[in-house]
């Protein structure tokens, strides 16, 4: 990785910030039962951010060679630029050490290719009809931060993960199941065979539908669903809403919002969580943080600009890459486990439903707390199991209003789905629309 401070931006603008990253990867996809691609790529680039009488420039390109047309180019772009109000990252370290999977930089396509084939077989073997999909990959990358406030810090990485998927698709019914998994080293190929199989099981029942009728129903949110549940909580807590005064939780930092048995934590540094790092976009240290303690409304997310509009500290969450300025984001979200085994809830969920899956879910009004979308993979239950799947079935609920008073359970297994660490969660009394 070059050098990118220059002497332009030294000799020219008032401050700076200048971001590199650089990476290599190499990924495998199964469509309908056969290979369908091999995609190796890699992928470099520099973004400068520069000061001149107090408004911020940004210019980028996907070439380390251009760094002094970049620097001149931000330069140009300062006079029509946003007031810079806060200053850029000073020196600063960070005390924990962030652990780097070199395999995943030397994955090997024939392997690759070989377990793709081994997962269609999983799934073949539990519903010949199923067609598998799957996806393997990883790749390992490297970032820097520097600006003219001193801090100086680079970040290695790496990253490795797989998606599965069962379906069929029949005249009138069109039915997917699938898997996913992303963390920073490779994975067994055991815990990979054995999310195929869970894969194809789900589908065999979920190719028997169930009737339902509209009405009020306890129903239990797998993590891959509860996500969808928790958007509003993310999108509340976000610092440009709170900068904008747009979140309902502008005033509520340490108000008891939610029910005592909920606990959600921003942990960068989880050693099981797919992102993260020791330093943010703008090269602010990361750290561990509640974001809601026992209910109680404990933090934000901000990079140095919104914290500055806020009034408030930088949290270390600025996320970014080359071709964008950086955004408030969330780091590896950890919502605490609970006292109820799986199978209990399942019990007290009998006559309700469990969903796996939602759709059409980012229309809804976050703000608000609303979350509103089809169920694209529910299941009825009947004798503390699933006993089918329930078509043309949506929901609307509010996230503030099932935290703070509905729930009834909340699972001790926890499971990663995407960048998120979650239990199985039972509400009670939620509206379902069917038809």
């Known amino acids: 990785m070059p050098p990118i401070a220059t002497e332009k931006l030294t000799r020219s603008a008032d401050a700076f910030e200048t971001f590199t990253s650089e990476g290599r990867s190499l990924r495998v996809m199964f469509e309908?039962?056969?290979?369908?691609?091999?995609?190796?790529?890699?992928?470099?680039?520099?973004?400068?951010?520069?000061?001149?009488?107090?408004?911020?420039?940004?210019?980028?390109?996907?070439?380390?060679?251009?760094?002094?047309?970049?620097?001149?180019?931000?330069?140009r772009?300062?006079?029509?630029?946003?007031?810079?109000?806060?200053?850029?990252?000073?020196?600063?370290?960070?005390?924990?050490?962030?652990?780097?999977?070199?395999?995943?930089?030397?994955?090997?396509?024939?392997?690759?290719?070989?377990?793709?084939?081994?997962?269609?077989?999983?799934?073949?073997?539990?519903?010949?009809?199923?067609?598998?999909?799957?996806?393997?990959?990883?790749?390992?990358?490297?970032?820097?931060?520097?600006?003219?406030?001193?801090?100086?810090?680079?970040?290695?990485?790496?990253?490795?993960?797989?998606?599965?998927?069962?379906?069929?698709?029949?005249?009138?019914?069109?039915?997917?199941?699938?898997?996913?998994?992303s963390g920073r080293a490779v994975m067994d190929e055991s815990e990979i065979l054995r999310g195929a199989r869970e894969t194809a099981e789900e589908f065999r029942i979920?190719?028997?539908?169930?009737?339902?009728?509209?009405?009020?129903?306890?129903?239990?949110?797998a993590p891959t669903a509860l996500a969808d549940i928790l958007m509003p909580i993310a999108v509340s807590i976000n610092g440009l809403n709170i900068a904008?005064?747009?979140?309902?939780?502008?005033?509520?930092?340490?108000?008891?919002?939610?029910?005592?048995?909920?606990?959600?934590?921003d942990d960068p540094h989880h050693p099981d969580g797919p992102v993260g790092g020791l330093f943010d976009g703008e090269g602010v240290p990361t750290q561990k943080r509640a974001i809601i303690e026992r209910g109680v409304l404990r933090g934000f997310v901000h990079t140095l600009s919104t914290a500055r509009q806020s009034d408030q500290q930088p949290t270390g969450n600025a996320a970014r890459s080359v071709s964008s300025l950086p955004m408030p984001g969330l780091h590896n979200v950890v919502m605490d486990a609970g006292p109820d085994d799986l199978d209990a809830l399942f019990a007290r969920a009998e006559g309700g439903l469990c969903i796996t899956q939602m759709l059409g879910t980012f229309t809804s009004n976050?703000?608000?707390?609303?979350?509103?979308?089809?169920?694209?993979?529910?299941y009825l239950?009947?004798?503390g199991?699933?006993?089918?799947?329930?078509?043309?079935?949506?929901?609307?609920?509010?996230?503030?209003?099932?935290?703070?008073?509905?729930?009834?359970?909340?699972?001790?297994?926890?499971?990663?789905?995407g960048t998120e660490y979650l239990p199985w969660v039972l509400f009670d009394a939620v509206p379902v629309s069917a038809r």
């Open 385 to 417: 199991r699933r006993v089918g799947r329930v078509k043309n079935a949506a929901l609307n609920v509010n996230t503030f209003d099932l935290l703070k008073s509905r729930i009834l359970g909340i699972s001790r297994q926890r499971e990663w789905t």
């Open 366 to 378: 976050f703000l608000a707390g609303q979350v509103s979308g089809n169920i694209s993979l529910g």
């Open 206 to 221: 979920a190719r028997k539908t169930a009737p339902l009728k509209a009405g009020t129903y306890p129903v239990l949110f």
């Open 77 to 181: 772009m300062a006079p029509f630029g946003k007031p810079y109000e806060f200053r850029f990252a000073g020196p600063a370290t960070s005390p924990h050490r962030r652990v780097v999977d070199e395999r995943c930089g030397s994955l090997n396509v024939e392997t690759l290719v070989q377990l793709g084939n081994r997962i269609k077989d999983v799934i073949k073997s539990v519903d010949p009809e199923a067609m598998a999909e799957c996806s393997i990959g990883g790749g390992v990358g490297r970032s820097r931060v520097v600006t003219s406030a001193g801090q100086e810090c680079v970040e290695n990485e790496s990253s490795f993960g797989w998606f599965t998927t069962a379906k069929i698709a029949e005249e009138g019914n069109f039915l997917q199941v699938y898997r996913a998994r």
């Open 32 to 75: 309908n039962d056969r290979l369908t691609e091999i995609r190796q790529s890699e992928n470099s680039g520099l973004a400068v951010r520069a000061v001149k009488h107090g408004k911020i420039g940004f210019s980028y390109s996907s070439k380390f060679d251009e760094v002094e047309q970049v620097a001149e180019a931000a330069l």
């Open 244 to 265: 904008k005064k747009t979140s309902r939780f502008v005033e509520s930092l340490g108000e008891k919002l939610f029910d005592e048995r909920v606990t959600i934590t």
């Open 381 to 383: 239950i009947r004798d």
